[in-house]
């Protein structure tokens, strides 16, 4: 099926180690982002990508690198995991503005 | 302040009645607002959007949009059990027509 593809859907972290989130999109959107949700927090950007070859900060970067591999793909690497970094993650993706996200089915990251 | 608030909810209506759903956001130059359904372990899904003050139906959802008192609302008539989900009102970042703020969703359940 067409849509947003992340992997991996679950995992479990030890404090410190590092991991990389894989994101791809098959719809040819230019735009991409990464969001983590918390309880009572709602979705927050982390890092977006406007076009392939950019990429900027979000509201809450520190802590996490992204790579723009090329159009289809937007990674996400956390290079010492912390238990604050604990959450759900979602990568979405969006044609030219202003259209709405696609989202993938997320990430269940627990670092302990 | 939040960028975009949500009342949380629960919000309990029984089946058939009109859910209403509300959103109120601070940048008052904001131009796009989408409305996700959220269930339970699953990723946000775009039902509506709405750009210009007033109405926009589809089927038994209506956006309404007024952007003087900086509120956006859902209305979902002949609400449905499989409405019961959690709603993210999501409002463009100012001069960045691509970028969202999101509120932290309201649930709501649709009693039988």
């Known amino acids: 099926n067409a849509g947003v593809t992340q992997t991996p859907k679950f995992q479990v972290l030890k404090t410190g180690q590092s991991m990389t989130l894989q994101c791809a999109q098959d719809?040819?959107?230019?735009?991409m982002y990464w969001y983590r949700q918390d309880p009572g927090m709602g979705l927050r950007l982390i890092y977006y990508?406007?076009?392939?070859?950019?990429?900027d900060k979000g509201e809450v970067p520190n802590g996490y690198n992204v790579s723009r591999l090329n159009k289809r793909e937007f990674s996400l690497r956390l290079e010492s995991a912390a238990p604050s970094q604990t959450s759900v993650y979602f990568c979405?993706?969006?044609?030219?503005?202003?259209?709405?996200?696609?989202f993938g089915s997320g990430t269940r990251l627990t670092v302990v | 302040q939040k960028e975009v608030e949500q009342n949380s909810g629960p919000l309990s209506v029984p089946e058939g009645a009109i859910a209403s759903l509300n959103c109120t956001y601070s940048d008052r130059g904001s131009q796009s607002f989408f409305w996700y359904r959220q269930y339970s372990g699953k990723s946000p899904e775009l039902i509506m959007s709405i750009y210009s003050n007033g109405d926009k139906e589809d089927g038994r959802f209506t956006a309404q949009l007024n952007k003087a008192s900086q509120y956006v609302s859902l209305l979902i008539r002949d609400s449905q059990p499989s409405d019961s989900a959690t709603y993210l009102c999501a409002v463009n970042v100012l001069n960045n027509f691509n970028k969202f703020y999101f509120g932290s969703g309201t649930k709501l359940n649709v009693k039988p």
């Open positions: 719809m040819n959107h230019n735009s």
């Open positions: 990508s406007a076009s392939e070859g950019t990429t």
């Open positions: 979405a993706s969006s044609d030219e503005d202003p259209y709405g996200y696609t």
